[in-house]
């Protein structure tokens, strides 16, 4: 019997499809030409804000496996960045030149930081057992400041105080094709680190958001779930709580240590701070996937492109001076003794308004428009 | 032994702070349900508008004047608790069934706010606010007690006196408690659970202004006006979890044991263990938190919620 609509869903099989229709099919060979062609062609600027977006998206689908889809909302996610991006300034050669570490290629280092996210992410999971909500907020939230004094007083992994010099090169070598992902040529062209960290971040974004798809749309996905909509529910039916929260956790912690590696690749140089890996950092984590939509993979993907371009769109596109149009209200200064945010207060004043904004007006997110705007399209003319 | 007492007389005064701010998660968790995080961002605010008040208007000569002191103060207190109930009735109201997830996030958003904006108003003033007592020291035995620090635990124990009172004796402070236990059935006593809510967070907004003042007020534990304020008051969190997020006399504990512990620690690890510095000091409430939560999830005087998996 032929399908009668390519969308409709009859077994399990077309429910499990990852491509659906052909619109989809069609949508993601045109992602990947993009994410083959646009390095190629972008300036150094727009490379910059795409790769910290892809960097930020990496993070936050982990986040929103465990806050999105298994209900635990963390706030320690700055803990397990710091953690990624420490691991590749000891193990990829950051501060080799001083000796202090190892000089390994992209690939190892990269597996030992994912390998000890999701031990540390273990270590956390355990506790958060007996945890929920408000409690595991403010757990998570201690989390942030004892891994902030841990890097300070870890001198031989961290550079205490001093700070880390992140890896300058992140080799890949699979024997028949080599690649330095901060330095590479491609058809004959060299491009600049930004380029190549696009490369190196949405490529991993792909493998993570596949990854975590995998996840949420089978089996385990689906105790998640239920673990995140009622544990009490879900222990009775025979979902083991302690196997699927431990798991959740050393999943998550693991993909954003992954994020951190690149994260200090971006960066270049790390200094454990409250303004580099503090509060804020893991707030902004959560904005994203907030504006993004909670519990979406591709919700988590648009929130980063958003709140990762925000604070160069700000410095790009608003003058220094601004005031509001009609009101006349100083909205930017650069002078710090007037009245009026400085740029970077703006992006921060902007994020906190979009969380309150996006959880009261339209608490599913970007994700929620854009199915909202389908829905609308799959029915045209008709309203319903 | 001198040391310990001027460290435990340091404790007691950081305790009574963290246990006014801790009052203020109590009071909200209970009325609502929901954890506060903007309630450091109150405390922020309450202490620019108590150091605006007797710095750039230098109402009755500025704060070291008791009159100038006391009438900044409240100014600050009705701005604040205004801040809080505004914001409760106009942004958390339309939350109400959605999850505390969600509402907590708004809470972190609005503490989000609070820096920038503290920033943009009053830049970063020099000194800190001004207080009638000065920084002269009381000696006991050969211990010497500065003054600002019993001036922090007496206000301190005035104001939860205070609000002990409100929620013994006043009709009020019993309303809230009808509806910390039961909101429909408060409701069918003729309580305003809105009104309750509302004033739940105008109560902790006021709350939050006296921990701001005694925080940044003349030698006090983080002398000086930053938006650091912030950080420190989110050191109450362990306070709350340590007593109980249910019970403000679990609050009151959990502070005063929570302040004593970090200034002993910064008092003696740095001896004791020099590898660990003083900086030890600010993670151990954290550490003694995540303790307590392991022996004792529900905290010291909370009550245990029952569930079983």
Same mark, same amino acid.
């Given at each position: 019997?032929?399908?009668?609509?390519?969308?409709?869903?009859?077994?399990?099989?077309?429910?499990?499809?990852?491509?659906?229709?052909?619109?989809? $099919?069609?949508?993601?060979?045109?992602?990947?030409?993009?994410?083959?062609?646009?390095?190629?062609?972008?300036?150094?600027?727009?490379?910059?804000?795409?790769?910290?977006?892809?960097?930020?998206?990496? &993070?936050?689908?982990?986040?929103? #496996?465990?806050?999105?889809?298994?209900?635990?909302?963390?706030?320690?996610?700055?803990?397990?960045?710091?953690?990624?991006?420490?691991?590749?300034?000891? +193990?990829?050669?950051?501060?080799?030149?001083?000796?202090?570490?190892?000089?390994?290629? #992209?690939?190892?280092?990269?597996?030992?930081?994912?390998?000890?996210?999701?031990?540390?992410?273990?270590?956390? &999971?355990?506790?958060?057992?007996?945890? $929920?909500?408000?409690?595991?907020?403010?757990?998570?939230?201690g989390l942030v400041f004892v891994a902030l004094y841990v890097w300070k007083k870890w001198t031989t992994f961290t550079g205490g105080n001093e700070g880390s010099a992140m890896p300058t090169k992140a080799n890949l070598n699979l024997g028949f094709w080599s690649i330095d992902f901060m330095k590479p040529t491609v058809f004959g062209k060299e491009l600049g680190s930004k380029q190549g960290l696009m490369y190196l971040a949405w490529g991993l974004v792909f493998v993570t958001a596949l990854l975590v798809k995998n996840i949420v749309r089978t089996r385990p996905g689906r105790a998640l779930q239920a673990v995140r909509d009622r544990d009490v529910?879900?222990?009775?039916?025979?979902?083991?709580?302690?196997?699927?929260?431990?798991?959740?956790?050393?999943?998550?912690?693991?993909?954003?240590? #992954?994020?951190?590696?690149?994260?200090?690749?971006?960066?270049?140089?790390?200094?454990?701070?409250?303004?580099s890996l503090g509060l804020v950092l893991s707030i902004q984590f959560l904005a994203v996937i907030v504006v993004g939509g909670i519990g979406t993979i591709y919700g988590s993907i648009l929130g980063a492109i958003v709140i990762g371009a925000l604070p160069t769109v700000i410095k790009e596109f608003v003058p220094d001076n601004w005031n509001l149009p009609i009101? &006349?209200?100083?909205?930017?200064?650069?002078?710090?003794?007037?009245?009026?945010?400085?740029?970077?207060a703006l992006s921060t004043v902007i994020y906190a308004l979009l969380i309150i904004i996006f959880l009261v007006f339209e608490p599913r997110g970007l994700a929620g428009i854009w199915r909202r705007i389908q829905a609308y399209f799959r029915t045209w003319p008709f309203s319903y | 032994m001198t040391k310990f007492f001027s460290l435990l007389a340091d404790g007691l005064a950081l305790g009574a702070v963290y246990a006014l701010v801790a009052l203020g998660f109590v009071v909200i968790f209970r009325a609502t349900g929901v954890i506060n995080f903007a309630q450091g961002g109150l405390v922020i605010f309450g202490a620019f508008l108590v150091y605006q008040a007797?710095?750039?208007?230098?109402?009755?000569?500025?704060?070291?004047?008791?009159?100038?002191?006391?009438?900044?103060?409240?100014?600050?207190?009705?701005?604040?608790?205004?801040? &809080?109930?505004?914001?409760?009735?106009?942004?958390?109201?339309?939350?109400?069934?959605?999850?505390?997830?969600?509402?907590?996030?708004?809470?972190?958003? #609005?503490?989000l706010l609070v820096e920038p904006i503290t920033t943009t108003i009053w830049h970063n003033p020099p000194g800190g606010i001004q207080t009638p007592w000065g920084t002269q020291t009381v000696s006991v035995g050969d211990v010497n007690i500065l003054q600002v620090n019993i001036a922090t635990v007496v206000l301190g124990a005035l104001v939860m006196g205070g609000f002990f009172l409100l929620f013994q004796y006043t009709k009020v402070g019993v309303g809230m408690r009808a509806t910390a236990v039961d909101q429909e059935a408060a409701l069918a006593q003729g309580i305003s659970v809105r009104r309750i809510f509302a004033l739940s967070w105008a109560i902790a907004g006021a709350v939050a202004v006296v921990a701001g003042m005694m925080l940044a007020g003349g030698a006090g534990p983080a002398p000086g006006l930053s938006v650091s304020l912030g950080l420190?008051?989110? $050191?109450?969190?362990?306070?709350?979890?340590?007593?109980?997020?249910?019970?403000?006399?679990?609050?009151?504990?959990?502070?005063?044991?929570?302040?004593?512990?970090?200034?002993?620690?910064?008092? +003696?690890?740095p001896d004791l263990i020099p590898a660990l510095g003083a900086e030890f000091g600010d993670i151990v409430p954290y550490l003694i938190m995540l303790l307590i939560l392991l022996i004792r999830p529900f905290g010291l005087f909370g009550t245990p919620e029952v569930r079983r998996v």
């Open positions: 019997m032929a399908r009668p609509t390519s969308s409709m869903i009859r077994n399990y099989a077309d429910d499990l499809r990852l491509f659906p229709t052909a619109t989809k $099919r069609v949508g993601i060979v045109a992602l990947i030409a993009l994410y083959l062609i646009l390095p190629y062609v972008i300036n150094d600027t727009w490379a910059s804000v795409l790769s910290l977006a892809g960097v930020v998206a990496i &993070g936050a689908i982990g986040l929103n #496996l465990l806050t999105g889809y298994t209900g635990q909302p963390s706030l320690g996610h700055a803990a397990f960045i710091g953690l990624g991006a420490f691991v590749a300034g000891y +193990y990829g050669g950051g501060r080799f030149a001083d000796g202090i570490g190892y000089d390994f290629n #992209l690939f190892v280092y990269m597996l030992i930081a994912v390998i000890a996210g999701a031990a540390v992410g273990v270590l956390i &999971g355990l506790p958060a057992l007996r945890l $929920r909500g408000n409690y595991l907020v403010i757990v998570t939230l529910a879900a222990e009775v039916v025979g979902v083991s709580l302690f196997r699927y929260k431990v798991s959740a956790f050393a999943i998550s912690s693991a993909i954003a240590a #992954l994020a951190g590696v690149l994260y200090g690749l971006y960066v270049g140089y790390l200094t454990p701070d409250e303004s009101l &006349g209200w100083p909205i930017v200064t650069s002078d710090a003794s007037a009245t009026g945010f400085s740029k970077g | 007797q710095n750039t208007w230098g109402w009755f000569g500025g704060g070291s004047t008791w009159p100038g002191f006391i009438s900044s103060a409240l100014f600050a207190i009705v701005c604040v608790a205004a801040i &809080g109930a505004a914001f409760e009735s106009l942004v958390l109201r339309r939350m109400i069934g959605q999850p505390i997830f969600a509402i907590i996030l708004i809470t972190i958003g #609005l503490f420190i008051a989110l $050191r109450a969190f362990p306070a709350i979890i340590l007593g109980g997020l249910d019970s403000p006399g679990g609050a009151v504990v959990g502070g005063l044991i929570i302040g004593v512990a970090e200034v002993m620690a910064k008092g +003696y690890i």
